[in-house]
């Protein structure tokens, strides 16, 4: 069992930055895929980013290439998600997610971190 616990949430104007961190407990972290998803009111939830285990492999939305980055630190069972030059249409409430590298949907999620971007 994998548990994560997202931090890192809050209001900032538009063209400001966040870090949100995902924390897992577990100790299978460093084999997993590690993804974050947004959901805005009356909309579903969609892809943002996500990095292979051993970090050398990242994939990003095209809304957010060239302003998001995920990172991740295996020693800290922690994987992060720069967000620069906020956007209004950026609020949602953001979600990390996990799955081992062989499946193909990802099996556990965090609770999720508010993200609200005034214009």
């Known amino acids: 069992q994998v548990q994560l616990v997202e931090s890192g949430g809050g209001l900032v104007q538009a063209g400001g930055s966040l870090r949100l961190s995902c924390t897992a407990s577990?100790?299978?972290?460093?084999?997993?895929?590690m993804g974050w998803f947004r959901q805005a009111p009356g909309k579903e939830r969609e892809f943002v980013a996500a990095?292979?285990?051993?970090?050398?492999?990242?994939s990003y939305a095209d809304s957010v290439k060239g302003r998001f980055t995920i990172s991740r630190n295996n020693a800290k069972n922690t994987v992060y998600l720069q967000m620069n030059s906020l956007l209004p249409e950026d609020t949602a409430v953001y979600y990390c997610?996990?799955?081992?590298?062989?499946?193909?949907?990802?099996?556990?999620w965090g609770q999720g971190t508010q993200v609200t971007v005034s214009s």
């Open positions: 577990g100790r299978t972290f460093s084999r997993y895929v």
């Open positions: 997610a996990g799955k081992p590298d062989s499946s193909v949907a990802y099996a556990y």
């Open positions: 990095i292979h285990w051993s970090g050398g492999s990242t």
